[in-house]
T-cell receptor
Framework: GAVVSQHPSRVICKSGTSVKIECRSLDFQATTMFWYRQFPKKSLMLMATSNEGSKATYEQGVEKDKFLINHASLTLSTLTVTSAHPEDSSFYIC???????????FGPGTRLTVT | TQLLEQSPQFLSIQEGENLTVYCNSSSVFSSLQWYRQEPGEGPVLLVTVVTGGEVKKLKRLTFQFGDARKDSSLHITAAQPGDTGLYLCAGAFPGGGADGLTFGKGTHLIIQP
């Protein structure tokens, strides 16, 4: 499988500021990565598909101008939450599509708290 | 929108008992994954099933994929407190592997000593 890291693991920011979350594929060149969010006691919801060298594909209801995704290399995708509000507080998880199979391997997640 | 029904959502049993978690859809999966997630961590892949009727075993965990590839089950034998966690099924539907997974709502499993 693939080893995936995320940074930071936790972040607290003030309402109105922007926060960048990094997702790195440490041992696999990932053409495709995904971003999910998860609320407490809930399952994962796909936010967007991040494709290296092209624009991300967003799921219905996810604002592309609020959640900026950049996948500039085969090992790094970033998610920037712009003008964060308390309702954006959530657990954000990225994953890597492991092209040798159908599997996705997940990062450890980033806990975002907006005050 | 593809939907995955996972049941039960909550299950609390005694150590040593057996349990089964179910995952169903009205659509055909191209593949289905089972994950286990601990609080505050990302999901960890347990198994991937691709072929209808496939059965895979991982120690005390047995995974089955339905013949029609619309359903799957996870059976745990002689559950232990270390099995406690959130179990998620996630399906990839025909359309290419470059699609994000659709997750079931998850099964919160508690194994009491």
């Amino acid at each position: 499988g693939a080893v995936v890291s995320q940074h930071p693991s936790r972040v607290i920011c003030k309402s109105g500021t922007s926060v960048k979350i990094e997702c790195r594929s440490l041992d696999f060149q990932a053409t495709t990565m995904f971003w999910y969010r998860q609320f407490p006691k809930k399952s994962l919801m796909l936010m967007a598909t991040s494709n290296e060298g092209s624009k991300a594909t967003y799921e219905q209801g996810v604002e592309k101008d609020k959640f900026l995704i950049n996948h500039a290399s085969l090992t790094l995708s970033t998610l920037t939450v712009t003008s964060a509000h308390p309702e954006d507080s959530s657990f954000y998880i990225c994953s890597v599509l492991y092209s040798y199979g159908y599997e996705q391997y997940f990062g450890p997640g980033t806990r975002l708290t907006v005050t | 929108t593809q939907l995955l029904e996972q049941s039960p959502q909550f299950l609390s049993i005694q150590e040593g008992e057996n349990l089964t978690v179910y995952c169903n859809s009205s659509s055909v999966f191209s593949s289905l994954q089972w994950y286990r997630q601990e609080p505050g961590e990302g999901p960890v892949l347990l198994v991937t099933v691709v072929t209808g009727g496939e059965v895979k075993k991982l120690k005390r965990l047995t995974f089955q994929f339905g013949d029609a590839r619309k359903d799957s089950s996870l059976h745990i034998t002689a559950a232990q407190p270390g099995d406690t966690g959130l179990y998620l099924c996630a399906g990839a539907f025909p359309g290419g592997g470059a699609d994000g997974l659709t997750f079931g709502k998850g099964t919160h499993l508690i194994i009491q000593p």
